[in-house]
């Protein structure tokens, strides 16, 4: 795969060494990339692992849209706190929508995890 689903460049050089495992997302926009990724490749183990182990909730794919494109709006992290606000735009049933959250982040270790988010 050349391009990367998530916009920033191409696959091998960008969310793919997350996805492997060969590396860590160093900030909470680089997580949320890698997990908008792995909702377009449907790598449902991956979104577990880094879905924060107090909210993780059961995850059932298979309603999964077809995942467009990301636009990051906003981000930022302080300490181990993080915050993106971002919309993904998905088809599903030959319509067009967008998913526009804010979410929550939360470093433990050297791991981002994702923690909740808003639905605007
Ligand atoms: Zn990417």
């Given at each position: 795969m050349a391009k990367c689903p998530c916009g920033a460049g191409k696959y091998h050089k960008c969310c793919e060494p997350y996805h492997r495992g060969a590396?860590?997302?160093?900030s909470p926009e680089a997580l949320m990339r890698s997990r908008f990724s792995a909702f377009s490749l449907g790598l449902q183990d991956y979104l577990l692992e880094t879905w924060h182990p107090d909210t993780r909730p059961e995850l059932d794919?298979?309603?999964n849209p077809r995942w467009l494109q990301l636009q990051i709006v906003e981000s930022w992290q302080r300490g181990n706190r993080g915050y993106v606000h971002f919309r993904a735009f998905f088809e599903a049933d030959g319509q067009h929508g967008k998913l526009e959250e804010k979410s929550d982040f939360l470093k433990e270790g050297p791991r981002w995890y994702y923690l909740s988010g808003e639905i605007l």
């Open positions: 590396r860590l997302p160093a794919l298979t309603d």
